[in-house]
């Protein structure tokens, strides 16, 4: 039986998809291991209880802010902007420059794809986001919506408390 070289290339690429599969599943297993320890279980659980916010989005949340004291205000959390300040130093100054991220991107498109179930799943957020709709178009509303969702994420986070669904703010 003669194989091609196109059926080699398939056989290959087959073989890396089980490969990347199989360490996927080990990440994820780790991941999983390292969300029971005591200091972050009781936050995973609680960002888990935000709509649109599952584990693996809480697990990245978690890695990327690590304590979400150090930031002040919401306005300086602002992950869902696509740019963000990268601090350089220089002796006794800092100078600010706006940089692009693919770790803050990813972050948005995160934010972004959780506030879609937020307005699916939390009567508050539907109606928000209804409201929004009728003045702009549904992508700039949802973006609305995502970053009213990172402002609950936050307060979350800082009191550690559930999520109160229907709570028009």
Do not use: C
Not at 56 to 76: C, G, N, Q, S
Not at 99 to 110: C, E, G, Q
Not at 154 to 159: C, E, G
């Amino acid at each position: 039986m003669k194989t091609s070289a196109g059926n080699f290339t398939l056989q290959s690429l087959i073989l890396q998809l089980k490969e990347i599969r199989e360490h996927n599943k080990n990440v994820l297993k780790q991941l999983r291991k390292e969300a029971q320890h005591p200091d972050i279980a009781p936050l995973i659980k609680a960002l888990q209880g935000v709509p649109g916010v599952a584990f693996i989005t809480a697990m990245y949340l978690y890695t990327e802010i690590i304590d979400m004291k150090r930031f002040a205000t919401i306005t300086i959390l602002s992950v869902l902007s696509a740019w963000f300040l990268q601090r350089k130093l220089s002796d006794e100054n800092v100078y600010s420059t706006a940089s692009r991220s693919d770790k803050i991107h990813f972050l948005r498109t995160m934010m972004i794809e959780a506030a879609w179930t937020a307005v699916r799943e939390d009567p508050a957020m539907t109606l928000k986001f209804k409201e929004l709709t009728k003045r702009m178009n549904s992508q700039n509303a949802i973006i609305r919506i995502a970053k009213k969702l990172v402002k609950r994420i936050r307060h979350v986070w800082l009191k550690q408390e559930e999520y109160v669904y229907a709570l028009v703010a």
